[in-house]
């Protein structure tokens, strides 16, 4: 079966940086994206980046020259650099991976707070 196991949240002030890691494990068929989302309290769940197989990248307009998203197929991970970090960034962010299946992470609360 297929898990997705994040890490690297946690709190931060503004202007610092986190990098969030997530792990796929078990058989994923197909192809498929691997990216990250996030939910801010009272907000809807929105795409932060993501990346395909052969390398395409997205970013929201919200983080983009701020994040960097990196993936190792071999290896099964998606990274999420993040710097510049702003309190809007607040949020848990959840790890996906969207194909003929999609799967997601448990979720890693970021906060970005003095």
């Known amino acids: 079966q297929v898990q997705l196991v994040e890490s690297g949240g946690g709190l931060v002030q503004p202007g610092g940086s986190l990098r969030l890691s997530c792990a796929a494990s078990?058989?994923?068929?197909?192809?498929?994206?691997m990216g990250w989302y996030r939910q801010a309290p009272g907000k809807q769940r929105e795409l932060v980046s993501a990346v395909t197989m052969s390398g395409n990248k997205i970013y929201a307009d919200s983080v983009k020259g701020r994040v960097t998203i990196s993936r190792d197929n071999a290896k099964n991970t998606v990274d999420l650099q993040m710097n510049s970090l702003k309190p809007e960034d607040t949020a848990v962010y959840y790890c996906?991976?969207?194909?003929?299946?999609?799967?997601w992470g448990q979720g890693t609360q970021v906060t970005v707070s003095s």
């Open positions: 078990g058989s994923i068929v197909g192809i498929y994206t």
């Open positions: 996906a991976v969207r194909g003929s299946s999609d799967y």
